[in-house]
C-alpha cells in the first residue's frame, strides 16, 4: 500500500514542468480538502501526471478548511469526508461559486487502541458516547469509568481535527449531534500525527478512517462495535463496510467540483481520469470502491455539470447509501 503521506502540500510538476516550461494558470489544478481523501487523491494525481502536462497542487486543510477555500474560489477541487454544510452553500452561494458534488468511494471511521491492549476488543455506540459526549469532560477520565472490569487507569484519547469531516461525521454518528464532543482530546488534521501517538500510548483509544489503520495494523488494535447492546460487534473491513453492516461509522466521501473550472480541459480531464481509471487505485490505499453503475452514474453526474448537493446542506448523513443519492436531482 502507498505511503500515506502527511505532507501539507504536495505538488506534481508533470510532463513539460520538469523540462523547464511553465504551465499557464489553465493547467494548474488546485486540489484541497480533506486528510480522509487525500491518499486517494494522491495515488490519482501521481497517475495521472504520467499523462498530462497539468500541474497540481494538493493540499490538506480539512473538508471544513477545504470548503472555506473551495467556496471563496480559491481551489479548484475539494476532497470531502462529508457533504456541504449550511454554512458552506451559504458562503459558496455569497461568491458565487457552483460546485458538482461526486461521491467517489466508502470509508469506515475506525476505533482504534494500542496493540498491547489486552482488555477490549468491542464497544456499543452508547459506551462511544458516554465516552465521547461533552458532558464525558472531567467525569469519564479512565477506563474503569467506561466498565467495571476495564483498568483503573486514565484514557488518552485523540480523534480527527474539528475542522474535518471525519470529526463531524463521527459526532454525528455517536453522539448524536455534528460537531459536538469533549474538549479535553488530542486532534489532528493530519492522521498519522494520531495514528503515531497511539501506537505509542498503552491507554489510547482513538478514530480516523480505514486506510490509516489499514496501513498501520501492525501498531494497532481495531475495536469492533455494536449499533445497540442487542447487535453484533462488527469489525470494519472492505466487506462490512462495502455491505452496509458496518454502522453506524461507514460513510460515502466526495469530490466537489467549481461548476466554472470544470469547463477547462486540463480539470476535465482530472476529474474524468480520478472517477474513471482512477477508481481502481482506491483499494490500493484502503479505501473500499463503490460499485460499477454508482460510478456510471458519477460520471453521468459529471458530464451534465449538474451542480448542487442531494444533501440539501445538511452536513453528515449518518447511514445513507451511494445507490439511493445518486439518482436524486440537487
Not at 112 to 131: F, G, I, P, Q, S
Not at 267 to 282: H, M, S
Not at 291 to 305: E, G, H, I, K, V
Amino acid at each position: 500500500m502507498p505511503r500515506l503521506s502527511g505532507a501539507l502540500i504536495l505538488t506534481f510538476a508533470v510532463a513539460g514542468g520538469a523540462c523547464g516550461s511553465k504551465s499557464s494558470d489553465a493547467d494548474v489544478i488546485r486540489i484541497d480538502g480533506s486528510s480522509t481523501v487525500f491518499p486517494i487523491t494522491q495515488a490519482v494525481a501521481e497517475a495521472f501526471q504520467k499523462k498530462s502536462s497539468a500541474r497540481l497542487t494538493v493540499g490538506v486543510s480539512g473538508t471544513g478548511g477545504g470548503f472555506k477555500k473551495f467556496c471563496s474560489g480559491e481551489r479548484d477541487i475539494i476532497g470531502a469526508s462529508r457533504p456541504i454544510k449550511a454554512s458552506e452553500v451559504a458562503l459558496c452561494a455569497k461568491n458565487a461559486v457552483e460546485y458538482i458534488e461526486l461521491p467517489v468511494a466508502y470509508d469506515g471511521i475506525t476505533v482504534v487502541v494500542h496493540a498491547d491492549n489486552d482488555w477490549v476488543d468491542a464497544m456499543t455506540v452508547a459506551e462511544l458516547k458516554r465516552l465521547w459526549e461533552p458532558a464525558a469532560q472531567g467525569k469519564i477520565t479512565r477506563w474503569s469509568d467506561l466498565r467495571d472490569e476495564w483498568p483503573d487507569e486514565e484514557i488518552h484519547l485523540f480523534g480527527a481535527g474539528v475542522a474535518s469531516g471525519t470529526y463531524d461525521y463521527f459526532t454525528k454518528a455517536v453522539v448524536g449531534t455534528e460537531h459536538s464532543s469533549r474538549g479535553d482530546f488530542t486532534n489532528s488534521e493530519d492522521d498519522n500525527v494520531l495514528v503515531q501517538g497511539i501506537s505509542t500510548d498503552r491507554l489510547a483509544l482513538g478514530f480516523f478512517g480505514f486506510a490509516y489503520f489499514a496501513e498501520n495494523r501492525d501498531s494497532l488494535k481495531v475495536i469492533a462495535v455494536r449499533a445497540n447492546e442487542g447487535s453484533a460487534a462488527v469489525t470494519p473491513s472492505f466487506e462490512t463496510v462495502a455491505d452496509g453492516s458496518y454502522q453506524p461509522l461507514s460513510r460515502p466521501i466526495f469530490l466537489y467540483v467549481n461548476r466554472d473550472r470544470a469547463l477547462r480541459t486540463t480539470v476535465a480531464d482530472f476529474v474524468r481520469f480520478y472517477v474513471g481509471t482512477g477508481r481502481e487505485l482506491i483499494g490500493d490505499v484502503g479505501y473500499i470502491p463503490l460499485p460499477d453503475r454508482a460510478y456510471d452514474l458519477t460520471l453521468q453526474r459529471f458530464a451534465a455539470r449538474k451542480p448542487g448537493s442531494v444533501f440539501n446542506g445538511t452536513g453528515a448523513n449518518v447511514g445513507v447509501s451511494v445507490e439511493e443519492l445518486l439518482p436524486r436531482t440537487p
